[in-house]
Every structure is written in structure tokens, then in C-alpha cells.
């Protein structure tokens, strides 16, 4: 974070003129904006770090989604460089001294984070955490219902979130020898360890190459009802899938955007399939016998070259796109994976479309019917694929 004289507070309100869609900073120190270039879309700014970021992934935008206060000032008004933008805001400050004065005493400090522990800490401290919960029987036949297998819903290690007692077990893991600062979920408060995690839903084990737990994914159940209106019903979807998390909690952390690397205990095959999320990797795993693996979301570039590494040091020979075909009626959806495929050529990787239609939304919804249809386990596509979307 830079020490300018002015604040993110004062170049957001007073600058920028920004239209806030949550006015108040909530517990971490965001607040929601609605971008000056796209009607209805918005980013968070943090008002403590100074720092923005939007995962639309839009590409004509000026400062390419993120930055700090200077970034922030450019993506509203035209200037060459963050040399013209940082001089532009100190012109506004001549007669403007006591309004940033007041922006100053009114920016709060941050709590003290910690750095995200190594592998090593997160595998003991999640080992031992999920070891004191069960999968309830809803949640069980939740997964069945996907087409999971009973024996890879137990390889994978699915817990259901304990309505009561969440405390008590992060008490219990630190007393026990776990570590509990720089663990994404965990945090200290008076001393004492707790855990930042409420609501109904199970965790998703995400496992690093050598099959150490390293973050924990969260599937809320969010409820679908027929009276939603359909801005309501995308709205909830979008609140299901959470990582496990801490930032901006004394000793606590935020969690890393990691790639899934298929099934644990997963044969490694010179064809991997690549999908968004690790519950939709394995359980089209589960259905087909096939290597998916996954990113959290089609607009997390960084796990994308993380997991290419991996793929291309397993020596695989075929990448298979098997992202949602939601691509053909989302436009932000489609130059996204264009930009996925742009990353894997530069890995070596010509990946290979998978066209399954677009009466199925994603893969593991394709397998299912498969195998409702043809009463086996389907085969995905090894080898020859059609192209899903022409303008790819």
C-alpha cells in the first residue's frame, strides 16, 4: 500500500463521484461499486488495503479490473499513466484540503492479518477439523443424486457444517497441537480461537499435487423457490459455492483461489478434462472414470496456470475444455474461457472443445442423463472432440 496524501475513501467519493451499490464497509472494510463502463455490473474496493478488484474480466477495460487508488481514478476518467493520474488527483486537493484531512481521521486500520500458513499446517489443522464432523444423510444423498459413487464421496471427504459447536472444535484442534493463525476459516478473538463460518451447507476438500488438504470450498444450501424472479434465482446461485475464509480477523487470513486436481487417489492419464469447481471435476470423475480437474471459476487465471503447470509436468497430451455451456448465452462467460484457451496456448496446450449442447449447463449434468439414458457409466470424449463455441 503506498503512502499517498490522500486516501481510497476520498479518491472513491469525492473524486471519482462513485455510485455505490453498498454504501457501508462491511467487516473486512468493502464496499460494492457500480462500474462507471458497464450498466449493472459492479466490483469491491477495500477501503482499508486500498485496493480494488473485478473478476468480470472484461477486456477493454483500461486498468484490466484491479489496482489501487490511482487505477481507481483511471478507470474513471481517460489519462495515459498513473503518473498523470496521481498529479490530476493532487490538483483536486488545493481546495479540497479539509475534506481529505477529514478522509484521513475517518479511514479505520485494518486488524491484524496473519500470512497464509504452509501446506503442511493447513493439511493437520483441516485433517483434524473434518475428522470431528460427519456428512449428514441429506447431504449424502445429495451428493448420490449428483452421481457420485459411495465410495468417492467418502474418498473425497465431505463434511456438513455443524449448526452449533463450531468454537469448541477450533478450541479443541489448538489446544491439540493445530495450528490456528494463517489458517483461512480460523481466527482469534480475546485470545481465544474461532471459526468464521455460519450457515447451512458441506465442505469441498481442495487437495495440492501431493494430496495435502489446503483449502476448504463451502456448497451452501441456498434454496430455490418458484416465486423467484429470475435476477433473484442467479443472485442465489451465486451465493452457493464460498471458500473458507478469515481475512480481516485477528490472526486470521484470506483464502487462495487453488486449483482441484481431480479425485484423490486420481490416475494420472495423458487426457485431463478441465472444469469450473471441484464438486462438478469429481463428480463427473465419479460418472465417467475420466481425469477432470477444475479452477474455482472461468475468471481465475492465476489457479489456470498453476493447474497448466501441473498438467504439462504429468506429461498430458490432450486438454479437454469442459466448461459450462452457458458460454453460448453469456458473453462475459465466453471471453473468459477464450482467454482460458488464450493462457493454455502459451503452456502448450491446443485444448480440445467438448460440444455435449446446451440442454445441459454443465458436464456432470451431461454424464448424469448419460447414464440415466444408457443405465452405465458413460465415456466422455478421449479423443476426437467437436467445437463447443465457433468463436473459440
Known sequence: MHDFPFTMEYVLRDVCNAELKRDRANGKGEVVVCCPL????????????????????????????????????????????????????????????????RRKKEKKSPTKVAQIADADALDKTYSALLSELVLSKEHRRDLLKRGLSSKDIDVMGFRS??????????????????????????????????????????????????????????????????????????????RRYRWLTSSFKQGGTAAANIPFYGLPGQ????VAYATEGGLKAATASSLSGGWFTAIPGVNCFDAWEVLLS?????????????????????????????????????????????DWGTEFKGCDDYLLAQKKKKSRRPTPPRGRVTTANKSL
Open 267 to 270: 490416475e494420472v492419464k495423458d
Open 310 to 354: 501441473y498438467l504439462k509436468e504429468q506429461g498430458v497430451k490432450t486438454l479437454v475444455d469442459a466448461f459450462d455451456s452457458d458460454r453460448a448465452t453469456n458473453e462475459q462467460v465466453a471471453a473468459n474461457i477464450k482467454k482460458l484457451y488464450e493462457i493454455a496456448a502459451d503452456y502448450g496446450f491446443k485444448m480440445q472443445p467438448w
Open 38 to 101: 458497464r450498466s449493472g455490473k459492479t466490483f469491491e474496493v477495500n477501503l482499508y488495503k486500498e485496493y480494488w478488484k473485478c473478476f468480470k474480466g472484461c477486456t477493454d477495460c483500461p486498468v484490466n479490473g484491479k489496482g489501487g487508488l490511482l487505477d481507481l481514478y483511471r478507470l474513471y476518467f481517460h489519462c495515459e499513466d498513473k503518473k498523470e493520474a496521481y498529479r490530476r488527483i493532487m490538483d483536486t486537493m488545493s481546495s479540497n484540503e479539509e475534506l481529505v484531512e
Open 161 to 238: 457444517i455443524p449448526q452449533t459447536g463450531l468454537n469448541i472444535i477450533a478450541a479443541h484442534l489448538y489446544h491439540s497441537g493445530c495450528q490456528i493463525e494463517g489458517i483461512p476459516g480460523f481466527y482469534f478473538e480475546n485470545q481465544e480461537p474461532r471459526m468464521a463460518c455460519f450457515g447451512s451447507g458441506y465442505f469441498i476438500p481442495y487437495r495440492n499435487q501431493g494430496g495435502k488438504i489446503v483449502g476448504l470450498q463451502i456448497r451452501y444450501d441456498v434454496e430455490i423457490k418458484p416465486e423467484m424472479s429470475a435476477e433473484e434465482i442467479h443472485d442465489a446461485k451465486k
